[in-house]
């Protein structure tokens, strides 16, 4: 089965500290792409970086990077210099291919980061 | 610029009163979906389309219903709402890859009293 799993509910982090935001992730599928979304107080789903599984590096876009272990099936996305605007609602998404019927997103439950000041 | 309308972004209905969330993309994607969003659930696929005239059910279907008459636009109709559909929906486009972005609209707050 396709699944997601972030597994903190909420988080704390001090402004200008790196912090990491778990994600684990299950299929049988060998191709598949990885995502984390951020959703502000305001309710939109803004889209921070992608991963594909034949990647060999770990993705970037700015101050987030995506802790990608193929073999651990989890993909964590890294904060560096968290920022006040940062708080919000995080979502980690997998998009696989099985049988060509469907690509919709999976997603998890959700990691609410408070960064304070 | 790029982007997914959804229409109406607030709306409060009574049980059992017909509703239809608009979506339009203008990017020329394949595939649009509906998603609705639950505390605790995160995201859950409601129907998605892989084409004019394509759709199927996602996740949780019960009670809604759409079309894809054009390729631009995937109504979300609610024939005969109840209070367990209120929830945030989201409708989202994408190019039909496991490896690109779903672009989200601004999301509907519905609330079925």
């Known amino acids: 089965a396709q699944k997601i799993t972030q597994t903190q509910p909420g988080m704390f982090v001090q402004e200008k500290e790196a912090v990491t935001l778990d994600c684990t992730y299950d299929?049988?599928?060998?191709?598949?792409?990885l995502f984390w979304y951020k959703q502000p107080s305001s309710g939109e789903m803004i889209f921070l970086i992608y991963?594909?599984?034949?990647?060999?590096q770990n993705a970037t876009e700015g101050r987030y990077s995506l802790n990608f272990q193929k073999a651990r099936k989890s993909a964590n996305l890294v904060i560096s210099a968290s920022q006040l605007g940062d708080s919000a609602m995080y979502f980690c998404a997998m998009r696989a291919h099985y049988g060509g019927a469907t690509n919709k997103l999976i997603f998890g439950t959700g990691t609410l980061l408070a960064v304070q000041p | 610029e790029a982007q997914v309308t959804q229409n109406p972004r607030y709306l409060i209905t009574v049980t059992g009163k017909k509703l239809t969330v608009t979506c339009s993309q203008n990017m020329n994607h394949e595939y649009m979906s509906w998603y609705r969003q639950d505390p605790g659930l995160g995201l859950r696929q409601i129907y998605y389309?892989?084409?004019?005239?394509?759709?199927d059910k996602g996740d949780v279907p019960e009670g809604y219903k759409v079309s894809r008459k054009e390729k631009r636009n995937f109504p979300l109709i609610l024939e005969s709402p109840s209070p367990n559909q209120t929830s945030l929906y989201f409708c989202?486009?994408?190019?039909?890859?496991?490896?690109?972005?779903?672009?989200f609209g601004q999301g509907t707050r519905l609330t079925v009293v």
């Open positions: 389309s892989m084409n004019v005239e394509v759709t």
């Open positions: 299929t049988s599928d060998p191709s598949y792409g």
């Open positions: 989202a486009s994408s190019p039909r890859t496991a490896h690109t972005e779903a672009f």
């Open positions: 991963q594909g599984s034949y990647d060999q």
